[in-house]
């Protein structure tokens, strides 16, 4: 079956440490999302592809990067990280354009920044 | 900025008692609707969408939603609850000018006491 998987569950790093969290999807999905859940705030977009070597900045993209070298992939790098981006991290991916189709979650990763 | 907002933040009700969840949304044109939600230490699954068509949609585990244009809202229901439908609610819009991001409202912690 398809699916979309991340790595690491779990992470604890250090303040300006830099870390990347993978995302890879087998649903063949063009668009890929990394979003932040906190409490009170929902999820909050960080970055968004909608295909190869095609990556936009969401909501909360500061410190945040993403690079998109092929469709199954788009890893999330925090460049320095903080002890403001201790959270969970979701990713996603949708097939169709126009926003008329649904966004699969992969299981997260929850990041603490010591 | 677009923005999606649900009112309350924690509902706690008995089995059997029924269930309503309010989300609206700012104004922007077209939209798409979805509610997810997020068992406790799971990854967001989809419960019901709204494309177009009947303003009333059903979804899975006899959830409904109903889109009412006018008041720019989405509300979610379920007539009995069950113990098992303690979870996280999200609402989420895809506003169709702004591309295929979704945009989250803060959530609802639903918790129903046996």
């Known amino acids: 079956d398809a699916e979309i998987t991340q790595s690491p569950r779990h992470k604890i790093t250090e303040t300006g440490r830099q870390v990347t969290l993978a995302c890879h999807q087998t649903w063949n999905h063009n668009n890929m999302f990394w979003y932040r859940q906190d409490l009170g705030h929902g999820l909050r977009l960080i970055h968004y592809?909608?295909?190869?070597?095609?990556?936009n900045k969401g909501e909360v993209s500061d410190g945040y990067s993403v690079s998109r070298s092929n469709t199954e992939d788009l890893p999330l790098t925090l460049e320095s990280a903080a002890s403001s981006q201790t959270s969970v991290y979701f990713c996603?991916?949708?097939?169709?354009?126009?926003?008329?189709?649904?966004?699969?979650f992969g299981p997260g990763t929850r990041l603490t920044v010591l | 900025a677009q923005s999606v907002s649900q009112h309350n933040h924690h509902v706690i009700l008995s089995e059997a008692a029924s269930l309503e969840l309010g989300c609206n949304y700012s104004y922007g044109g077209t939209v798409n609707l979805f509610w997810y939600v997020q068992y406790p230490g799971q990854h967001l699954q989809l419960l019901l969408k709204y494309f177009s068509g009947d303003p009333l949609v059903k979804g899975i585990k006899g959830f409904e939603a109903e889109f009412i244009k006018s008041k720019f809202s989405f509300n979610l229901r379920k007539p009995s609850v069950q113990w098992s439908d303690t979870a996280e609610y999200f609402c989420?819009?895809?506003?169709?000018?702004?591309?295929?991001?979704?945009?989250f409202g803060g959530g609802t912690r639903v918790l129903v006491k046996p």
């Open positions: 996603a991916s949708s097939e169709l354009s126009g926003g008329s189709d649904t966004q699969y």
């Open positions: 592809s909608y295909g190869v070597q095609d990556t």
């Open positions: 989420a819009v895809n506003f169709k000018a702004a591309g295929n991001k979704l945009t």
